[in-house]
C-alpha cells in the first residue's frame, strides 16, 4: 500500500470520527432542547431507515436469500450478509464486533435459527459519552438490526439485547432469532377455473 493510499485511508477514518462527533452532538441538542427521550426515539428512526437501505443493498449485491433445505449452511449466509451490514454502516476502525450462528433450529418442530452479535467496541457509545449525553441514551441496536432484517427480507423472531457496553457490560451480546427457512415459500398455485 503507497502512502497516498495509507494517507486516504487515514483522512477517510478521520471523516468518520468526525461525522460520528457531529451525530453524538446532534444528538445532544436535541436531548437537551426537546428532552432525551425524543434524542432516543429521532436516533433511533433514522438510524433503522439507513439499516434499511444498507440491507437492501447488500441484497441485491448479494442475491435472492438462500434456500439450500440446509439450515445450518443457510444461516451461515445470512450471518455473513449481517457482517457486511454492520462493516458498511460501521468501519471496523470504529467498532469491534463478530457473529455466529448459535442455533442453527435444525430440531424436530422449530422453525428459527439464533444469530448473535458480539461488540465490543462501538464508537458511537464513546463519541455520546464524550459529548456529555451517556446518562439516558438508548441504544439503537435493535433498531438498526430490525433495519438490516428488513432490507434483507428476514423475519426476526426475537431482536433483542443481551448485556450492552452502554450498561457497563464488556460486551454488547445482541440475539437476532430469525423464522427459518430463511427463503419465502412459492407462492401456491391456484387451479384454473372453467369458465
Known sequence: MSADEVNQRAQTVEAYRLWWQHDAHWYQGVASRF?????????????????????QRVGRRSGPLPDSGD????????????????DRMFPRELRNASTEVEDKGEEEGED???????????????MVRMAGSLE?????????????SEGLGVTLTENRAETCLRDGDKACRLLMRVATPLAPPAPASSPATEG
Do not use: M, S
Open 112 to 126: 428459527e435459527g439464533l444469530i448473535v452479535l458480539t461488540l465490543r467496541r462501538n464508537f458511537a457509545i464513546t
Open 71 to 86: 439450515n445450518g449452511k443457510d444461516l451461515e449466509e445470512l450471518r455473513r450478509r449481517y457482517d457486511e451490514c454492520g
Open 35 to 55: 428532552g432525551q427521550q425524543a434524542a432516543n426515539e429521532i436516533n433511533a428512526e433514522a438510524l433503522r431507515k439507513v439499516a434499511v437501505h444498507v440491507g
Open 136 to 148: 439516558g441514551y438508548r441504544c439503537p441496536c435493535t433498531d438498526i438490526h430490525a433495519g438490516w
